[in-house]
């Protein structure tokens, strides 16, 4: 009893090295970073010392690569160095090679954030193949194809942190987005799933849910009527920014958030209440 007392107040005692600045030095994957959410992300993990390397898709018109290059010059001006080219995270072969070459170039991986996503909305009936089949395999296969390559490596090295961006459209639903809705539902049980298989090799795995957050993608493709019903419903009032989910992701990927795995932590302004 007195050995437990006395470990319960090592235990218990303040650690003042927990910190978001841990992060220092560590290489962090980021999927889709050349714009949006990603974008933000890659930044903040940047800001904090963390080197980065990003990804995006290849649109066969080269009009991807310079909103890339920039993303790079940002992330660089941070300090850190960078790692970047297409790679299309639905294509196992094409992740097993970028992951390769992100351990040769930066020297190691111990951050993932699988944060590649697409939308097409459209009411089930009416949905084609297609549609139905590049969100999934884009959204959920990308992120379990890249978690398959993560985890040998953050198992062999007994570290890792990995944060899947899901949605509030994986835990609730919405005219029109079987396909997205299905494919971050996934995303969640996958983290959940992760979460049990790599805790014990001190790897934590979670997912955020953002609701409405404004990207060009939201703000050009989706209907003014349904922005504005999400910010009613939001109790916060306000659709969300990128920097908004940077932070949560941060935290995360930090050793602040060492004794959270398999959470799905909402950023949504109250949406979901
Ligand atoms: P953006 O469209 O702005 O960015 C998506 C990124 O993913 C881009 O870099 C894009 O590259 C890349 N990408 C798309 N498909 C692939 C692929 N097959 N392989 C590699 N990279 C790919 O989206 P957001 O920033 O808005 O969204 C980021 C994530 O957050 C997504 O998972 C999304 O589902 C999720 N999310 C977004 C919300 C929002 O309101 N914005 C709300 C909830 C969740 P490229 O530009 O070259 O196509």
Redesign the pocket.
Known sequence: MEQLLEEVGVETEPRPAITVEGMEGKVAVV??????????IAVALARHGTHIA??????GRG??RP??EAVARLVESEGVDVYFR??????PD?VRAFFAEVEEELGGIHILV??????RDRALWRMSDEEWE?VL???LS?AFYCLREAAPRFRAQEFGKVVN?????GLTSEFGLAN?SA??AG?ISLTRNAAKELGASNVNVNA???????????TEG?PSEILDRARERSVLGR??D?QD?AGVVTFLCSEAARHITGAVIP?DGGYLL
């Open positions: 999927t889709g970073g050349s714009s949006g959410i990603g974008r933000a990003f990804n995006f898709l290849d649109d009009e991807a909103e890339a297409a790679c299309d995270v639905g294509r094409e699988n944060n590649a996503g697409i939308g590049s395999r884009t959204n990308g961006l899901a949605s509030v459209h997205y494919s971050k995303v955020v849910a953002p609701g409405y957050i404004r990207t060009t993608r939201l989706v659709l969300g990128p989910v950023i």
